[in-house]
């Protein structure tokens, strides 16, 4: 009884998530009258997040770098850290990393502030004064987000990169122009389908995807949170924690859907 | 004006959460012009009657019929449109906290009116004329005191003219002195404007001054429903054992 109760709820929460993502879409026209919104929350989610982007990047391109480049030694191929890191990075590592720190921080405050003003009747008062909480609240959050992780993913990437050359020359005495050609001849491979360089466009529109999923979770679980402190609690948990899964899952279908033709 | 005309009636409604059942038959009318207060002991159903008039909860069986409107079957956009005739003061003020106390008057104006910037803000002035802080507007909820978040949020239902004005507990968390001056204040718009209002409240010195008549709520139904004047001389046993602890 108790998995079914937990199944149930579950088909539910998801069922609100996507209804919100639907009444999203039917919004976007409201952009426009919302932009104050909107350039207060690409800040937020944007700027405010940039030094975070910026120091675990470096950390993580530096990690990869290492790991890849000690087994690659051991066949003599370390020359071709570049192009495994460039690609690795920006087919996989970037968006993943920037949408999981974007749940952690961005998604939480979005769920906290919700959940908040629902806790506090706010959202009941936009409610009563006929206020479209979907286009006022929840439309200038997805939007930003949407739009911000894409843009951070290509900071991440740089910076990521950036740091698997600084390993590959101090600790694989790989040259930095040697690492810098291959990345780059790398990420410039085209795809057949579209002409463009399939791993940093794939990238950019997982990272596209996770910023919607991150914005929609978590503003599902503020607008939903009941009984107070605890129930704010609550709610922002969720959101991280349902927003990193959901991240992780269409991460998958994603690269099957993009690598697969 | 008719002031005999009903405007606000409940019918037999029930209303239950979980196992929880709050309102259990509850009955009654407001007349076009009236205040009617709604008294009784905590967990009776008051604030629950008064969100069905509003629209934010729906009842399980009954009817509630606001200006014609039947609550449970009315369309999204009958609802949208009779929400902008009516007016609702949270007990907590439930401000919006990240805008300036101009901004949250000027929200529902922007969001549901064509007035341009220069009307809005020439109404947003009056309003907050009419609640006597004219000087609040640059400041946020949390620059400003409990009385004047009450001001604000009376001044904000009160901002698109409605009709029918809903007041859950407006005097909670206020000393007696900025009480008494909400009060009065509530008394007097009602008595300018001609709006039909609707008050739970627990203070029978708020009741006295704003009601014109009283129900005193008890395990989710209306036991006593009597003119403000007669209310407070009660022959009910229940309603009289009530008022003998009950808050001036």
């Known amino acids: 009884m108790a998995a079914l109760r937990a199944f149930r709820d579950f088909v539910g929460e998801t069922g609100f998530r996507i209804d919100l ?23 937020t989610s944007g700027v405010q997040n940039l030094h975070v982007i ?40 970037g968006p993943f990393i920037t949408g999981i720190i974007l749940a952690a ?56 990169i950036m740091g698997g050359g600084f390993v590959a020359q101090a600790q694989l005495h790989v040259s930095w122009a040697l690492y810098s050609d291959t990345a780059i001849s790398a990420l410039q491979m085209p795809s057949e389908m579209l002409g463009l360089p399939k791993d940093v466009y794939a990238g950019l529109f997982k990272s596209f995807v996770f910023g919607i999923i991150v914005a929609v979770i978590s503003c599902a679980s503020g607008l939903k949170v009941r009984g107070g402190a605890l129930g704010v609690g609550s709610g922002t948990r969720q959101a991280v924690r349902d927003s990193i ?17 | 004006m008719d002031s005999n005309d009903t405007i606000i009636s409940f019918e037999d409604v029930h209303k239950s959460f979980g196992s929880q059942h709050i309102l259990r038959g509850l009955s009654f009318e407001v007349k076009r012009g009236t205040t009617l207060g709604l008294m009784g002991g905590s967990g009776t159903g008051k604030s629950v009657a008064l969100r069905h008039i509003i629209g934010l909860l729906k009842q399980d069986s009954g009817s509630v019929q606001v200006d014609g409107n039947e609550m449970a079957t009315i369309t999204t ?41 220069e009307e809005i803000e020439r109404r947003v002035r009056e309003k907050l004329e009419m609640v006597y802080i004219p000087d609040a507007g640059e400041k946020f909820p949390s620059e400003i005191s409990g009385g004047m978040k009450k001001r604000v949020a009376l001044a904000r239902a009160l901002i698109t003219d409605p009709e029918i004005i809903l007041y859950d507990e407006p005097n909670a968390g206020l000393d007696p002195q900025i009480s008494a001056s909400i009060n009065k204040l509530i008394r007097e718009l009602s ?8 008050l739970v409240e627990h203070r029978i ?39 003998g602890g009950a808050e001036e």
């Open chain 1, 245 to 261: 899964i959901a991240i992780i899952v269409a991460n998958y279908f994603l690269t099957w859907f993009i690598y697969q033709t």
């Open chain 2, 205 to 243: 010195g708020c009741l006295k001054v704003i009601a014109d008549e009283v129900i005193f709520m008890y395990e989710g139904q209306a036991l006593v429903h009597e003119p403000v004047g007669t209310f407070f001389k009660p022959t009910h046993p229940r309603l009289a054992a009530f008022l």
């Open chain 1, 21 to 43: 993502l639907f009444q999203v879409v039917l919004r976007l026209h409201h952009i426009p009258r919302r932009r104050r919104w909107l350039m207060d929350q690409l800040y």
């Open chain 1, 54 to 93: 910026l120091l675990v990047g470096l950390f993580i391109g530096m990690i990869f770098a290492l790991q890849t480049g000690i087994e690659l030694a051991k066949f003599g191929q370390q020359d071709q850290i570049g192009l495994i890191v460039a690609t690795g990075i920006a087919r996989e590592m």
């Open chain 1, 105 to 160: 921080t961005v998604g939480s405050a979005l769920a906290a502030e919700l959940g908040t003003m629902a806790v506090s009747d706010e959202l009941a008062a936009l409610e009563t004064l006929s206020i479209d909480r979907t286009s006022l609240l929840v439309l200038p959050r997805v939007a930003s987000l949407a739009i911000m992780c894409p843009m951070l993913t290509v900071v991440c990437d740089l910076i990521s």
């Open chain 2, 191 to 198: 008595d300018k404007l001609g709006m039909t209002g609707l």
């Open chain 2, 77 to 117: 956009k009958e609802l949208h449109d009779l929400r902008l005739r009516m007016g609702y003061v949270f007990q907590s003020g439930a401000l919006i906290n990240w805008l300036t106390v101009a901004e949250n008057l000027a929200l529902p104006l922007q969001e549901n009116s064509d007035l341009d910037a």
